[in-house]
């Protein structure tokens, strides 16, 4: 497992992200990187057998502005690791601070609401509801706090940032594989989080469109948030400041 900076980068697709969250509580910066892991361990138990280690001892710092992928081939720990580093499992030994706050022992409700202000997370199939319209399920992540009308305006201002707003209320089953990407995409930007976590964004994209996604990626980046990624996608792994190769 090595971590190293790539070199170069791209044009950001978005010139003022910032801009998309105007009446929305963006997160502000606590001193601290955005996401930080000190000696993760990762492991699985496993009945009747010895437990199946993933990570040991592995150490990231992401800074906001900052891309980093977790690059490998398909069962080498990269899902893991974004999973553990977004509060979504506890590592076996070490720590996860989000800008400077550990949240290795907290209690999952705990967790939860945290992470719905730090962390936007998306999984490879982007899980969007199917029956939800693209701008409901742009809000989901507002309806814990009841704040769905409040940021309705926001939630249909990013998804036109995003090059979807005219298909705001159509719902998953008519809309292509890269405009439910961008609606999963909206969704997670809507509260303004200090990182994007996406596992695997591009794996089920025709080249052009995961281009496109690429360029999104890099231009959340720039516009000043953590980027944090999983995947094995050669053009997206350049397109990353840094990267982890796992094996």
Known sequence: MTTEPNAGGTTGL?????AVLDGADATEALGGPA????GV??????????PLHIVDGYDLVLERGRMHCLAGRSG????SILRV?????????GHVLWEGMEITGLADDVITTRR??????????????PGLTALENVLLPAVPDKRTRELARPARDVLHRLGVGPRATHYPDRLSGGERQRVAFARALLLGPAVIMADEPTASLDRATADQL???LRSLADDG??????SHDEHLIAAADSRTTLS
């Open 116 to 129: 719905r202000a730090h962390v936007g997370y998306l999984d490879q199939r982007g899980n969007l509801v």
């Open 214 to 216: 690429i360029a999104l």
């Open 35 to 38: 996401v930080e892991l000190r």
């Open 85 to 93: 580093a977004a509060g979504l499992v506890p590592p076996a030994s």
């Open 41 to 50: 361990t990762i492991q699985y138990e496993r009945p009747g057998d010895e």
């Open 14 to 18: 978005i010139a003022d992200h910032r």
């Open 225 to 230: 948030i953590a980027v944090l990624v999983a």
């Open 76 to 79: 080498s720990g990269k899902t």
